[in-house]
């Protein structure tokens, strides 16, 4: 498994590495050769949410403590699951199950009518 990180960004892995993060050779939860079959299946804007949903899993494993050492995940994996939110947004990528649309009523401020689209009496009376 080899790791690779061209600060330029000049390719698509390199690419991939800087939006989710994973730039230290120290440490990276992905290979080049996964990040380019990522790419490869869903392009890049693809493997960058796939990629943090990876890293997400690995941050998934619960929390222990032994002694004096203590390790928690949740902070880190909160952290990423943000990252994917704004990495959909930033990259015009939806998601499937979690996808929700909301719906909002245009209406004129100068009428009688509210937000939702009904029209009511300046009297108070519907």
Do not use: C
């Not at 991939?16 to 990040?35: M, Q």
């Not at 949410?49 to 403590?65: G, Y």
Request: zero cysteines; charged letters at 20%; proline letters at 2%.
């Amino acid at each position: 498994m080899t790791f690779t990180f061209d600060n330029t960004l000049a390719d698509n892995v390199s690419l991939v590495r800087f939006h989710i993060g994973d730039v230290h050779e120290d440490g990276y939860y992905l290979a080049d050769e996964t990040l380019s079959y990522l790419i490869t299946t869903h392009g890049v804007a693809g493997a960058v949410v796939r990629a943090i949903d990876f890293i997400i899993t690995q941050l998934s494993q619960p929390n222990f403590k032994l002694d004096w050492l203590s390790v928690t995940n949740s902070e880190a994996r909160a952290g990423y699951e943000k990252l994917k939110k704004e990495k959909e947004q930033e990259l015009g990528i939806v998601s499937g199950a979690g996808a929700s649309s909301a719906i909002s009523y245009t209406h004129r401020a100068d009428s009688y009518e509210n937000n939702k689209g009904v029209y009511t009496d300046p009297d108070g009376a519907p």
